[in-house]
C-alpha cells in the first residue's frame, strides 16, 4: 500500500492549487481517504476527508467554503482543490487512508503518504 502526495508549491494569497494524492495497492473507492496538513511549530490537523463512495465529505472549518475534496475512481486519486489560499494554509500536506470505508474524526488511519509542501505568500 502506497500514498503518493502531489501538486504542492508556492502560491500567492488568494491563488489555487490541486494537490493529488495517488494510491497503490488498493482501491481508493473501498476506502476514506484524508488530506492532513501540519504547519510550523503546530500539531497535524485534519483538513478534509472523504468517504469509500463519496456520498460523504468532512471539511475543517478553517477550509470550509474554499477547499473541495473529490475522488477519481478511474486514476485511483483523491484530489483536494484549494482555492483562495490564506498565508494560514501554510504546511506540509499529506494524504492517508482509513482503515474503515467511512472517516472518523477520532481516527483509524492506517497508511500515510510523503507530505507535499504549500506555502501561501501574503
Known amino acids: 500500500v502506497q500514498l503518493q502526495a502531489s501538486g504542492g508549491g508556492l502560491v500567492q494569497t488568494g491563488g489555487s492549487l490541486t494537490l493529488s494524492c495517488v494510491a497503490s495497492g488498493f482501491n481508493v473507492d473501498d476506502y476514506a481517504i484524508g488530506w492532513f496538513r501540519q504547519a510550523p511549530g503546530k500539531e497535524r490537523e485534519i483538513v478534509a476527508a472523504i468517504d469509500w463512495n463519496g456520498s460523504s465529505t468532512y471539511y475543517a472549518d478553517s477550509v470550509k467554503g474554499r477547499f473541495t475534496i473529490s475522488r477519481d475512481n478511474a486514476e485511483n486519486t483523491v484530489n483536494l482543490q484549494m482555492n483562495n489560499l490564506k498565508p494560514e494554509d501554510t504546511a506540509v500536506y499529506y494524504c492517508?487512508?482509513?482503515?474503515?470505508?467511512?472517516?472518523?474524526?477520532?481516527?483509524?488511519?492506517?497508511?500515510w503518504g510523503k507530505g507535499t509542501l504549500v506555502t501561501v505568500s501574503s
Open positions: 492517508a487512508r482509513s482503515s474503515r470505508s467511512y472517516y472518523s474524526p477520532s481516527g483509524g488511519m492506517d497508511y
